[in-house]
């Protein structure tokens, strides 16, 4: 009875009955050709096992090293680094975000909410958000270390920060900046606030980036419409948020 060989295992082959000493080149040659082919038959599941590590081992780092760079105050905030080397991760990621252009934030914007519905209140584990999680998220995947609050916060945050000379409000509107509308009333809701990001100004009219029922937007709005309550300048210290309490 003849036992079948396993597809994709290589045949082991006998001994070549050859003196190397007093061989030929081409007989060292089919020496040497038996060796590896009886090495890589007796070791075939250690090979297998070496070259899936290899692969681990070469790819965990770079995950790791593209997650901080996604999600980089989750990583940097850590102990681990010097207060300055946080401040100085901070304002990299903020000159970066302000020098998209128009355009380039627009892509970032519906890359970052493809696979989200919207749900007020929603959870993000889910797949869902709201206007103001969607910003927030989208703000914390570039850099920033922006902390989760209600949209009545952050206005009357700003609105302090402008006091002090920390950020403008309806100031010269630039690429990247948070416009926050006044409450609407809704029946069965009462009054909700609406939020979003700036993408470009072309004269009197703004267009901006927002998370809504209808999903993701590019709206326009005049500058001097009422529904408006403010236009908050994207500082550094608004982008560094706790970072800079110190």
């Known amino acids: 009875m003849t036992h079948k060989r396993r597809p994709g295992r290589p ?13 030929t080149i081409s007989e060292k040659i089919i020496i040497i050709k038996w060796k590896i082919n009886n090495y890589f038959s007796a070791y075939r599941n250690k090979i297998i096992i070496i070259f899936w590590l290899s692969i681990i081992i070469i790819t965990l780092p770079v995950g790791i090293f593209i997650g901080r760079k996604t999600y980089a105050i989750d990583d940097y905030m850590s102990p681990k680094y ?7 991760h901070l304002h990299k990621s903020w000159r970066a975000y302000r020098s ?19 749900q007020r209140g ?6 869902q958000l709201d206007c103001l999680r969607s910003l927030v998220l989208f703000l914390r995947s570039r850099g920033a270390n922006f902390e989760v609050a209600t949209i009545d916060i952050l206005a009357r945050r700003f609105q302090i920060m402008a006091e002090l ?34 993408q470009e100004v072309c004269g009197n009219t703004i267009k901006y ?9 590019f709206p326009t709005i005049n500058r001097g419409d009422s529904r408006i309550h403010m236009i908050a300048e994207m500082s550094f210290p608004i982008w560094a948020g706790m970072a800079l309490k110190k």
């Open 122 to 127: 929603g959870d993000p584990i889910m797949g």
């Open 165 to 198: 000379d920390y950020t403008a409000l309806r100031g010269e509107v630039r690429t990247g900046d948070i416009i926050v509308f006044r409450p609407i009333y809704y029946p069965q809701y009462g009054p909700i606030a609406h939020i979003g990001l700036v």
């Open 11 to 23: 045949k082991k082959q006998s001994i070549p009955e050859i003196n190397w000493n007093n061989s």
């Open 100 to 118: 998209l252009k128009p355009h380039e934030l627009h892509i970032q914007w519906l890359k970052f909410l493809q696979g989200y519905t919207y």
């Open 82 to 88: 010097s207060y300055m080397e946080k401040i100085g």
């Open 209 to 217: 980036m927002d998370f809504s029922p209808l999903g993701v937007g």
